[in-house]
């Protein structure tokens, strides 16, 4: 398998509103917003909050689980990058904190449905929040 | 209620694979030329003008240098960006400016080169911030997603999508400027090409190809005694941007954009002559026959098992090919879904036209089904 650290792949354009994001990323933690008027949890981070327009987001310490919606196993990269890569899955993860994240699934065997949890990950210099399977498929 | 509007005019240039210096302000000028050539109009008579987005060429002021090349003057201009749902978004949007007395007659035209260098702007946007960097680059991820979802949620099958690709590719038969005439395909064939980004292979995505397509719009006074297919009812909706943020990943925006052009109409359904439905990749064909409510959720396999899409069938669907017969001519790719239907309802569909149609349902996607525009178009006012 590939070793993902070496990849010459785009990296984040982090601006300075969702530099607390990437900075908890790179020491393997996932943050995310959580609005102090409506209570939802909100990704990926805004300037003000998309349920009820508060300007009122705050971060917190995210659980780091969450199940895979959906995936897709990647053959024809869009960015020549991730040729070495393949193939590698991508997928939707529902946190359990309430939203969806697209982010990197470690794994050979993807199952809609399965339960994950947080896999910091080394992609292309850049520590990223990825997710594996938690205990394999339910 | 009475239709304000018809289109009366389709210019449409023949899909390329590539393009070696070509300006995409020249070929939307050929193809406004053949829009108005059709409509049997003087250039005099435009003065209005929605266009779509140049990322590259011409990134600002997009109707003013599209007029400036035409040498219009329009009195209601715009840019209309719903990506593959600009093209049916231009139409409901220049009926309305008609029926608002803010014009009569408008030119809807899109289109893009394939120069070898893609005119392309750096993105800034939350995608290219959250998704890229996990490997997630350009639709295909998202259209994949979306069809493992369906499949996941429905039992679906690899072969109930194949069969979207084998009638588009059938379809294209029909219409020689296809960039798959010549190519027909089976459900095996379609089974057996490459897979691009599991579970969606090759053929069920479409083939990016250059092109330009056009309508005239013009209010009912002008469009009587004209052949006209008549705006009979339209809807709009817009959920998201990245497939992540989609509230629904088995149902779309198309559904309440269909369920208000049906309603807006005051027809059903069943009544459609013609389905004329954007078709980027096989899952959005699948998704919008589910959410227009021609079988069940989940159900799109039987019914493709259980009907003809052909122009002689007793569904057609996507006559021209749809873009995975056709390619897609980018933006404009969208668009050629209102202009055949155009042709099918004018009885201008040369070697692929349907018996006595009259009316059609056409819908447009734009992102990752997150743009969504549907159109009831009829012979008659």
């Known amino acids: 398998m590939t070793d993902l650290s070496t990849l010459k792949v785009p990296g984040p354009t982090v601006i300075p509103l969702t530099e607390p994001f990437w900075e908890a990323a790179a020491e393997g933690r996932l943050v995310i917003q959580r609005c102090g008027a409506c209570g939802e949890a909100v990704f990926y981070p805004r300037e003000i909050c998309p349920h009820c327009w508060a300007d009122a987001l705050s971060w917190e310490e995210a ?43 470690l794994g050979e065997t993807p199952e809609v449905g399965m339960k994950l949890t947080l896999a910091p990950t080394n992609i292309g210099g850049r520590v990223l929040p990825c997710f594996r399977p938690e205990h394999g498929v339910e | 209620m009475r239709p304000h509007a018809a289109i009366v005019g389709a210019g449409s240039l023949a899909p ?71 093209g049916p978004g231009m139409v409901w949007r220049a009926a309305a400016a008609i029926q608002a007395g803010m014009c009569e007659t408008v030119l809807c035209v899109i289109g893009n080169h394939r120069n070898p260098e893609p005119p392309r702007s750096p993105n800034r946007n939350p995608i290219r911030e959250f998704d890229v960097p996990f490997g997630a680059s350009g639709a295909n991820v998202s259209y994949a997603l979306l069809k493992q979802a369906h499949m996941a949620r429905y039992g679906t099958t690899d072969e109930d999508f194949a069969l979207i690709a084998h009638w588009a590719r059938a379809n294209a038969q029909n219409c020689p400027e296809a960039i798959f005439h010549g190519s027909p395909a089976s459900v095996d064939d379609v089974l057996a090409s490459p897979m691009i980004a599991s579970p969606l292979h090759l053929f069920e995505i479409v083939m990016p190809v250059a092109g330009a397509e056009a309508g005239i719009v013009t209010s009912a006074e002008r469009a009587r005694g004209r052949q006209a297919a008549w705006l009979l009812g339209a809807g709009e909706k817009i959920t998201h941007r990245a497939v992540s943020q989609a509230p629904d990943l088995t149902s779309g925006p198309l559904k309440p954009s269909m369920d208000r052009a049906f309603a807006q109409s005051g027809l059903g ?62 933006l404009a790719g969208g668009m050629t879904h209102v202009t055949e239907a155009v042709r099918q309802l004018r009885g201008a569909a040369t070697g692929r036209q349907i018996a006595d149609p009259e009316f059609a349902l056409v819908t447009g996607n734009g992102a990752t089904m997150s743009e969504a525009v549907a159109l009831v178009l009829g012979t008659d006012a």
């Not at chain 2, 009544?271 to 990749?281: G, H, I, Q, V």
């Open chain 2, 269 to 330: 359904v069943e009544r459609m002559s013609l389905l004329s439905l954007y078709d980027c990749y096989t899952i959005m064909v699948a998704t919008t026959l589910e959410d227009a409510g021609l079988c069940t959720p989940g159900g799109f396999g039987e019914f493709m098992r259980a009907h003809d899409f052909g122009p002689a069938g007793d569904m057609p669907l996507n006559t021209h090919g749809g873009q995975l017969g056709y390619g897609q001519p980018d």
């Open chain 2, 16 to 86: 390329q694979r590539r393009t070696e210096g070509a300006s995409t302000l020249g070929m939307l000028a050929r193809a406004a030329k053949a829009a108005l050539d059709d409509a049997r109009m003087e250039k005099a008579e435009i003065d209005g003008l929605l266009v779509g987005p140049q990322v590259g060429e011409t990134p600002q002021h997009v109707p003013a240098t599209v007029s400036e090349y035409l040498g219009l003057q329009p009195v209601m201009s715009n840019v209309v960006d719903l990506g593959g749902a600009s």
């Open chain 1, 63 to 105: 659980s780091g689980t969450g199940w895979l919606k959906t995936f897709s196993t990647i053959w024809k990269p869009g960015h020549p990058g991730w040729i070495p890569a393949v193939p590698y899955t991508v997928g939707l993860v529902e946190l359990a904190e309430g939203p969806t994240m697209l982010s990197h699934i």
